[in-house]
């Protein structure tokens, strides 16, 4: 172990009723260092950085900061001590200038007024100093996604932050932006700044860590470092069994069209037009796989596709009947079923169980209703077949799933999505933050739906992902299809590329968008 290393904890524990999320744990984070944080879904890894972080407090343990034992209880705690996280999901204020939403809660002043002029210089300095270029003055929304998260990192060191917590920081990049992230990383722990990495990427924490951590069932397993182990060994510790990282899948025999879409146009919920003149079709049998940087339209065409947001222009035809106003239960009748991006808010509802979440869209209908009586027993029996078909990890049907980890609330999504006759998936980032075990299973059961003939929407800004389930890919960009490519026929750095704004140098790998 370090000498007064950076931060260390001894022993927390953290129980939420009889649960222990954390029990007995040990981590040691290094001045200089980048340590990758691995766990399946559940874990414990939040608990323990909500733990550092102030927001929970633990039931026993220490924590040591520079070899100081220290009290944290609160986040104001956290950041006086030098701690800082930049969260998955950025906490910006999209209408603020980069300056305002850096020193948000740490304003410089003069006299009783703020500072923003002195704010913006030395938030100048302190990028040029870190390697962080940006414009102090930019208004965050007309940021690419990069350049945002470079605002948040930014915004932890103004607070003088010299422990990082980086919670799934790739989530939403590039394959370009992700290597720029990296390059900074290294350019702060060279400055003496320590770095807690939290991902689910394997490829990314050998490319990347120094150190390797892993934690199952709310304990720590094993810590290793990239020399001592590989991606296979990872994944055995984070599941406790071997897990297969290859995706098998034969050749793509498409059928009849399923969906076609033609010229469509949508406006997202503030009136921009997010979908542009989009066509293209999806054939019984295949995957097309959407790749994009989050914000260029496959948000608004997912919506639409579902009923979710109406359609400005143009038409959509399933099976090749034109499907006039669009609504939910309309197209779930069509056989169209959806895995929602955000499966929190779209997907679930949360205080209802798990035997409701999976009759949510055909509650209404035989088996589980006879008109207007609803049949319990049958409910509840095809909740338990579905709960030991899809291991979802649960005591039964009457469990509530906001007490689910985020992998098994996602297993109840898919169940109920594919446990009916469907002929159009529409999965939109299915995997997001999902853990190595459930990611697996929700890729073979993506594959399995393919080769029964369902066509297959797979919007995803994982490009392994996209590039290991497609049969082919499009990349959407400013609400545009750019291009459309066979996917044994394109690399990651052309998607990447293209996802940036860059046309492809290579005109002829392209395809057309209707076949």
Not at 63 to 82: M, S
Not at 116 to 133: M, V, W
Not at 151 to 166: D, H, P, S, T
């Amino acid at each position: 172990m370090t000498k007064n290393p950076a931060l260390e904890v001894r022993g927390i524990t953290k129980y939420f009723g009889d649960v222990p999320a954390n029990a007995g744990i040990d981590f040691c984070l290094a001045r200089g260092e980048i340590h990758a944080l691995l766990g399946e879904n559940g874990a414990g890894k939040s608990t323990l950085m909500n733990i550092i972080c102030g927001l929970y407090l633990p039931n026993a343990g220490e924590i040591y900061v520079e070899g100081r034992k220290v009290q944290i209880q609160t986040p104001q705690d956290a950041i006086r001590l030098g701690i800082g996280m930049v969260h998955q999901h950025f906490m910006l204020i999209p209408n603020f200038s980069v300056a305002e939403n850096i020193q948000l809660g740490a304003e410089t002043t003069r006299g009783f007024f703020i500072d923003l002029r002195k704010a913006a210089n030395d938030i100048r300095q302190l990028s040029e100093d870190y390697g962080l270029k940006i414009d102090p003055t930019a208004v965050v929304e007309n940021l690419p996604v990069g350049l945002q998260q470079r605002v948040e990192i930014i915004k932890v060191l103004y607070r003088r932050a010299g422990i990082l917590v980086l919670d799934e920081p790739t989530a939403v990049l590039t394959p370009q932006e992700a290597d720029d992230l990296f390059r900074v990383m290294r350019q702060l722990t060279e400055r003496g700044v320590a770095i807690i990495f939290i991902t689910h990427k394997l490829k990314e924490v050998m490319k990347i860590a120094d150190r390797i951590s892993v934690m199952r069932r709310g304990r720590m397993i094993a810590t290793t470092t990239p020399l001592q182990t590989d991606e296979n060994e990872l994944a055995h510790l984070m599941v406790g069994r071997a897990v297969s990282l290859q995706t098998d899948k034969t050749p793509a025999e498409p059928g009849d069209i399923v969906l076609g879409v033609e010229n469509l146009t949508v406006h997202d919920k503030r009136k921009v037009e997010a979908v542009r003149d989009v066509s293209f079709q999806i054939r019984a049998g295949e995957v097309l796989g959407l790749a994009g940087v989050q914000g260029n339209g496959q948000t608004e065409l997912a919506a639409a596709l579902c009923g979710l947001l109406p359609i400005s222009a143009g038409t959509i035809r399933i099976s090749g009947k034109n499907i006039p106003g669009l609504n939910p239960r309309l197209l779930v009748e069509c056989g169209v079923a959806h895995i929602p991006e955000d499966r929190l808010k779209h997907g679930l509802v949360q205080q209802y169980t798990i035997a409701d979440n999976q009759v949510l869209n055909t509650y209404y209908q035989p088996p589980f209703a006879n008109k207007l009586r609803r049949k319990a027993k049958e409910v509840f029996e095809h909740s338990k077949r579905l709960i030991s078909r899809f291991d979802i990890a649960a005591a039964g049907p009457c469990v509530k799933t906001a007490t689910l980890s985020g992998g098994n609330q996602q297993k109840v999504i898919v169940s109920r999505e594919l446990s009916r006759a469907i002929c159009l998936l529409v999965a939109n980032q299915p995997t997001r933050g999902l853990d190595v075990g459930s990611r697996r299973y929700v890729h073979y059961q993506i594959i399995e739906m393919r080769n029964r003939g369902v066509a297959l929407l797979l919007i995803s800004s994982e490009l392994d992902e996209i590039m290991s389930l497609s049969d082919r890919i499009a990349v959407m960009y400013a609400g545009k299809m750019a291009a459309f490519f066979d996917a044994s026929q394109v690399s990651k750095r052309q998607l990447g590329l293209i996802m940036s704004g860059i046309r492809p140098s290579d005109s002829k790998t392209a395809q057309q968008g209707v076949l």
